[in-house]
């Protein structure tokens, strides 16, 4: 997930609905609402169509097979000897947290990779893709010392750099949000060596705990099913606005540090209730700190905001606030390389088609990534194994990819596609773009698979409506019109499929934080993820076709 829910700044994309329904062949359009100008015939010429000869068959298309038994089999095995809360509990509690190039994520890769070939998956393999520098955190302990003694709830932020040893400094607050242009900057001049910066306003902060829904009503997921009609007016003007000219909170950064500020001190923005946002956001991210010439790192510690705030109303007091920090991280850049993990379930004789399934094995550096996207992982890691229990032999070859990099960007997964499919810098199509039938992802959370996306498709809508007949026990009912989309995959005009789950609300306040922990995973919805995610596979990999395209190609 870490890219989710509006989450995955640019990860999962959501194609807006543009009135037209798609229903034959890839990116062909036969179809269009337009109800203000639909012409209704009286009834009297409505006259039933008769063939012109009878010999002549009207052809009718063959009905979607379900494969009731092996969908059976699937689920006894997985209701029965499920292995993947014992999965989950390796990937976090063990290697957890597993950001990129760590030693949690080394050592989780290579644990994945032996566990996949020991399932009897074929190739199991670490596949490279360029990474310069990964970020570990050794070591973190931040404390208020004066006026009064007090320890923190806090992390440095990604690519943060650590302290040379324990620092005591005085604080001084600095509200970057007041910076608009470069004189708003000058009463600091000559006032920040050696202190320790709060850069943000005091925080608004609940004071208890909200309730959030842990499913979607029938409600909600007919609302969400529903095909829209647009009306004339519901697109959005695209006239350009002024840029604004406000000096980039990166500038406001480099200014501080310039003048000799030992650290910045900031809350997450958007949880209170001890949780610490620490996903790759910000200077990290603007900066693109993993690269290999990025700039030299800072020192940002991020702090609950109720510790945060107390030190902002002693100061308001006009009263002293001294912190002491210490925290030592590390740059894994000795190996210019990150890796996915791929293993794959050998087809018959469409062995040379594909079906990827898979989920994201790097995780941000709080927590131990265990709804972001250790669930993912579990239950993708779950479904082959249940695969290879029950004896299945897939048409198509069904590969399981565990991707690295993701939250800076996709880079594992972007990786695998430009080197196997397409490439859109180059634009520069692979020798197996035409043999990838679709790609299914896991990484929205820990909750109940509810339905999946058909990308505008009716074509995918009456094979897909098959499918879930079998998983509607389980929850899973509803097929979205549109919706969220990989876009590693939509990008080459390729099928990239998200799930829809359950428990939206409370994953997303979980994930990314320090409480995205093993307990926050629910075993039974898991183990559905499962049933889902090998029940899509194994129907993917044994159609006469392959699933049609949503899209035409991009170029």
């Known amino acids: 997930m870490g890219f989710y829910a509006g989450k995955r700044r640019g990860l999962m994309k959501t194609r807006p609905w543009n009135g037209r329904i798609i229903t034959r062949g890839p990116g062909i359009l036969v179809a269009a609402l337009s109800l203000a100008s639909a012409v209704v015939p009286p009834a009297s010429a409505l006259i039933p169509w008769q063939p012109q ?8 298309p063959e009905p979607e097979p379900v494969y009731w038994d092996a969908v059976g089999q699937i ?3 997985a209701f029965e000897r499920s292995e993947v809360m014992e999965i989950a509990s390796w990937l976090t509690d063990v290697f957890g947290p597993r950001n990129s190039k760590s030693s949690g994520y080394i050592a989780a890769s290579e644990w994945v990779r032996q566990k996949l070939d020991d399932y009897g998956l074929s190739e199991a393999r670490l596949e490279p893709f360029d990474f310069a ?14 006026p009064r003694y007090s320890p923190f709830i806090a992390y440095p932020a990604p690519w943060s750099a650590g302290t040379d040893g324990k ?3 005085p604080v ?38 909200q309730f959030k829904p842990t499913s ?29 000219e406000r000096l980039s909170r990166e500038q406001i950064y480099d200014f501080v540090f310039a003048e000799g500020a030992l650290a910045v001190v900031r809350p997450d923005g958007s949880n209170g209730l001890g949780m610490v946002d620490a996903a790759v956001n910000g200077y990290s991210m603007e900066r693109r700190m993993w690269e290999a010439d990025a700039p030299a790192p800072i020192t940002e510690v991020i702090i609950a905001a109720e510790h945060y705030n107390r030190m902002m109303r002693i100061l308001e007091k006009d009263i002293p606030v001294e912190m002491e920090l210490e925290i030592r991280v590390e740059f894994p850049a000795d190996d210019p390389y990150d890796y996915n993990v791929i293993a794959e379930i050998p087809g018959t004789d469409l062995a040379h088609e594909i079906v990827i399934i898979g989920a994201h094995l790097q995780s941000e550096p709080v927590g131990t990534g265990a709804i972001d996207d250790g669930a993912g992982v579990a239950a993708t890691m779950e479904a082959a194994r249940i695969l290879m229990a029950i004896g299945a032999q897939p048409r198509r070859t ?13 880079y594992g997964n972007r990786s695998h596609v430009r080197q196997n499919f397409a490439d859109p810098v180059t634009q520069e199509y692979k020798a197996d773009y035409d043999n990838l039938s679709a790609y299914f992802n896991l990484d929205i959370g820990t909750g109940k698979v509810r339905g999946v996306s058909i990308m505008g498709s009716e074509v995918l809508r009456s094979i897909l409506l098959e499918w879930i007949k079998p998983l509607r026990p389980l929850g899973m009912t509803h097929l979205f019109l549109n919706g969220m989309e ?5 990008e080459v005009g390729l099928l990239g499929f998200y799930f829809d789950q359950d428990r939206k609300a409370i994953d997303d306040m979980n994930a990314h934080t320090n409480m995205d922990l093993y307990d926050r995973l629910v075993p039974e919805d898991l183990i559905q993820n499962a049933v889902v995610m090998a029940t899509f596979a194994y129907h993917a990999a044994m159609r006469d076709e392959k699933l049609p395209r949503a899209v035409p190609r991009p170029w």
């Open 167 to 169: 620092i005591r400094a």
């Open 172 to 209: 001084k607050h600095v509200n970057f949000e007041a910076f608009a242009i470069e004189a708003d900057l000058d009463p600091y001049r000559g006032q920040l060596e050696d202190f320790i910066v709060l850069i943000s306003p005091i925080q608004t902060v609940p004071t208890h705990f």
């Open 398 to 410: 069904i590969r399981v990819g565990l991707w690295g990099g993701h939250e800076m960007g996709l």
């Open 216 to 244: 979607f009503t029938d409600k909600e997921l007919d609302a969400m099913a529903a095909i829209p009609i647009p009306g004339p007016e519901s697109e959005e003007s695209r006239e350009q606005r002024p840029h604004d």
């Open 133 to 146: 520098a990964g970020w570990d955190n050794k070591y973190t302990s931040v404390h208020m010392t004066s």
């Open 53 to 60: 000869n009878p010999q002549i068959a009207t052809p009718t």
């Open 75 to 77: 689920m006894e095995e």
């Open 486 to 490: 990989h876009e590693a995959y939509e």
